[in-house]
């Protein structure tokens, strides 16, 4: 890599071909392929002997943060769908070929049973847990409110705000001073697009639940906060996450002028999980392309 770099070029604009995958999609299917950082992302000892845990952590957002965690230092574990397996064995190789330990963990965590079975198995198969990433989220689109499904609204509240709140509740018992919990939050929670109703809803529902929380587990010496992306390129939005013309030029109206890949979201949750951010309860982190996260 060069000494500076042009972040309007550093990752191409792209133009998404159309394409449309069943939810919850696949990495490996996307078209142009995101950047996890697979072949970038350089350790440096940040996160060195912490044990980490990230839900939805097979692709996308999670996938990179996985892969910078275990290069970090931290054993990793991934929770995601069991049809995600393919994409899931492609980060926990990552991990390993980091030389630190990993576990996968397939299960819905639509049920408050998977929630608590994700964190125990985490805790015995590493001896504890210092790091939550609460990352695993669901988006449906939908044409206006009257047609969003009641089963679909729940299956998105239960996705989205129980599971974080469940696994977070789960971790709590086990989480020593220094921890670090950091939620998924979304440009969607400052403005909301119409046909993301019910999805918007639950990542302004993550800002509120981390600056809560951060006020509650300072005394003990946890910190908590949230990280807030922009459009970023990954299997969430070719599977029913974006109307099909929405994919066209995907990014593009970000001031920046492109979307943002995975590999570009890593560092914020590095900051966050790491001592260099011991002094920082409550934010949300913008990763924006320059979209104001008020
Ligand atoms: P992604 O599809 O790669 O990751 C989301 C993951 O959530 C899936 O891989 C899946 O394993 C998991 N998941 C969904 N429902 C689940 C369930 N019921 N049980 C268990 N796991 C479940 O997409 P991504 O874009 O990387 O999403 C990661 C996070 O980033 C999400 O919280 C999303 O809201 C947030 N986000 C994404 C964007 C974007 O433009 N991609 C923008 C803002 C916020
Ligand atoms: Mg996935």
């Given amino acids: 890599m060069a000494d500076i770099n042009d972040p309007r070029t550093l990752h191409p604009k792209i133009d998404p071909p159309q394409q449309e995958q069943p939810h919850p999609g696949l990495d490996k299917r996307l078209e142009p392929k995101a950047d996890l950082g697979l072949e970038s992302y350089e350790g440096n000892g940040r996160l060195t002997g912490r044990k980490a845990l990230i839900t939805g952590g097979d692709s996308g957002i999670g996938a990179a943060v996985a892969i910078a965690y275990a290069r970090e230092g931290a054993d990793v574990a991934i929770s995601y769908l069991p049809e ?114 019910d999805y918007a809803l639950t990542k302004a529902a993550m ?11 300072a005394p003990e010496g946890i910190r908590v906060n949230a990280v807030a992306p922009g459009p970023v390129w990954t299997p969430l939005q070719p599977s029913h996450g974006q109307p099909p013309e929405k994919l066209e030029e995907f990014g593009q109206h970000s001031p920046l002028g492109r979307a943002g890949q995975p590999a570009e979201l890593a560092g914020a949750y590095v900051f966050l999980a790491s001592d260099e951010a011991s002094f920082v309860m409550g934010e949300t982190l913008g990763v924006t392309g320059g979209t104001p996260t008020p």
């Fill in 207 to 217: 800002n509120n639940l981390s600056k809560g929380l951060a006020e509650q587990l």
């Fill in 84 to 197: 995600e397996q393919e994409d899931a064995d492609v980060i926990i190789k990552a991990i390993e070929d980091a030389g630190r330990k990993a576990l996968a963990l397939p299960g819905d965590l639509q049920e408050l049973a998977q929630c608590e079975k994700t964190v125990a198995d985490t805790v015995e198969a590493f001896g504890g847990l210092d790091i939550l990433v609460n990352n695993a989220s669901r988006q449906i689109w939908h044409d206006g409110i009257g047609n969003i499904p009641d089963e679909d609204f729940d299956a998105t509240m239960k996705s989205n705000v129980y599971s974080s709140y469940r696994v977070t509740k789960a971790a709590l018992p086990h989480l020593k001073p220094g921890s670090s919990i950091i939620f998924t939050s979304s440009i969607q929670a400052y403005q909301p697009s119409p046909h993301l109703l």
